[in-house]
């Protein structure tokens, strides 16, 4: 693997890091207290093509290849650990899952839209009584005259307030994941409620939402790839979205790095800045290391992709790697701090708590030693 940047992946990353700097990092705090961002910026993210990334420009994408893709979440990731969450499930696993998967005409109606960041999506697999084992979930889809009535809840559902489309995992056949098919469930839909959910440690300028399925008509066009293909189109989609989620992590130990770096070379005790002592160095360069390490582990997922090549176990291997060693960083982070990394002035208090749910959701850290365990030995734990 050629680790030199193109032009364009380094004109892409500039562009990206500069917004952040303009746009976001000088309203994450704001928008943490809140709970919530200002919206408007899902128009300027759109603005540079950043919904569009790695999308043909034929339906409405700004095209770049994934190493591209993980660039732009890891400055996201940087800035604000909500804003990044909007693009990685809007554009990641959603519109690149319709990309794949989707109709001709689900296409055209969906990607120009999701592209432009007029319309953002959700995905919406877990449920208040199925999380890991996502295979078993009961929401359940009825075939009537047209299409389908669904039935049921989701749980954490991100941009779920925002969103104006749904891809929804319900079930259509007997038990386990043979059984389970996608939709594109356009919201506002008539009995489809959407309630939000507060209270988070972390990522609280971001819509988390659960949605309640009351006899929700979806037309038989919504219905994505084949009937019985729903568990097998999540966890596909999940494959590529736990990349994106650990370029997202690269971002938070970079900032970490960053801030940290930056307090230790001004903050002074003993007479001499904090940098100075021996043992501010070594929390230091051990967040350089995660950094190093989570960020080769991300680009080694983007390059399999770009060349064609199988990637599901190094996509969980480099999100367990690099969630874990986001937490550690952050915590590191927050150490050299002292009592003002515990204050919200800074960023670093911010940084853990948004960098605690990556252990949590696309997968739990335990379910991605499942995998890979399960890729080393050729055994499920699952079954
Ligand atoms: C802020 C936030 C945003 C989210 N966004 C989305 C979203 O957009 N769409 C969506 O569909 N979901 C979303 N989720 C849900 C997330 O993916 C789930 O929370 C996650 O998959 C874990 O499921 P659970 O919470 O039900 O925990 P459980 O599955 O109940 O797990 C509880 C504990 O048991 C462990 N465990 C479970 N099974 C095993 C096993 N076989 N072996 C060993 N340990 C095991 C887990 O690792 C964990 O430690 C989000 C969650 C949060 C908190």
Redesign the pocket.
């Known amino acids: 693997m050629d680790l030199t940047l193109s032009d364009e992946q380094q004109a892409v990353r500039r562009m990206t890091a500069e917004f952040t700097d303009r746009e976001i990092l000088p309203h994450a705090a704001a928008w943490d207290r809140a709970e919530q961002v200002d919206l408007r910026i899902v128009k300027k993210l759109a603005d540079l093509g950043l919904f569009g990334v790695t999308i043909p420009e034929e339906h409405g994408g700004s095209g770049g290849d994934h190493l591209t893709y993980c660039l732009v979440l890891e400055e996201l990731g940087r800035g604000d650990s909500s804003v990044r969450?909007i693009v990685s499930?809007s554009l990641g696993?959603v519109a690149k899952t319709i990309l794949r998967r989707g109709t001709a005409s689900q296409r055209s109606h969906w990607l120009p839209r999701l592209c432009s960041g007029e319309d953002l999506a959700?995905?919406?697999?877990?449920e208040p009584?199925?999380?890991?084992?996502?295979g078993n979930l009961a929401t359940r889809a009825t075939r009537v005259d047209g299409g389908w009535r669904i039935d049921g809840a989701?749980?954490?559902?991100?941009?779920?307030t925002w969103a104006s489309v749904a891809l929804v995992?319900a079930r259509t056949g007997g038990p386990g994941p043979k059984g389970v098919s996608a939709f594109l469930v356009p919201m506002p839909s008539e009995g489809l409620e959407v309630t939000e959910?507060h209270g988070?440690l972390?990522?609280r300028g971001?819509a988390?939402a659960m949605l309640s399925f009351d006899d929700v008509f979806v037309p038989a066009a919504n219905l994505l790839g084949e009937e019985g293909e729903g568990f097998k189109i999540a966890m596909a989609a999940l494959a590529k979205g736990r990349m994106s989620l650990a370029a997202g992590c690269v971002g938070i130990i970079q900032g970490c790095l960053d801030a940290a770096t930056g307090y230790a070379t001004q903050r002074e005790q003993f007479g001499k800045k904090i940098a100075s002592f021996q043992l501010v160095q070594q929390l230091l360069a051990d967040i350089a290391v995660e950094a190093d390490a989570a960020r080769l582990l991300t680009w080694r997922v983007a390059d399999l992709i770009d060349r064609g090549q199988p990637f599901a176990t190094e996509s969980s291997t480099a999100k367990l790697y690099a969630s874990e060693a986001a937490v550690r960083a952050a915590n590191a982070a927050l150490q050299v701090f002292g009592g003002y990394g515990y204050i919200d002035e800074y960023p670093v208090g911010k940084y853990l708590r948004d960098a605690r749910?990556t252990t949590?959701?696309?997968?739990?850290?335990?379910?991605q030693?499942?995998i890979i365990g399960r890729a080393l030995t050729g055994v499920s734990?699952?079954a």
């Not at 989701?154 to 779920?160: H, R």
């Not at 949590?360 to 379910?367: D, F, K, N, W």
Request: aromatic share 12%; glycine share 12%; proline share 0%.
């Open positions: 969450g499930v696993l959700c995905f919406a697999l877990t009584d199925t999380g890991s084992d996502a989701k749980m954490f559902i991100t941009n779920g995992f959910i988070k972390g990522l971001q988390t749910v949590v959701y696309e997968g739990t850290s335990q379910i030693k499942l734990a699952f």
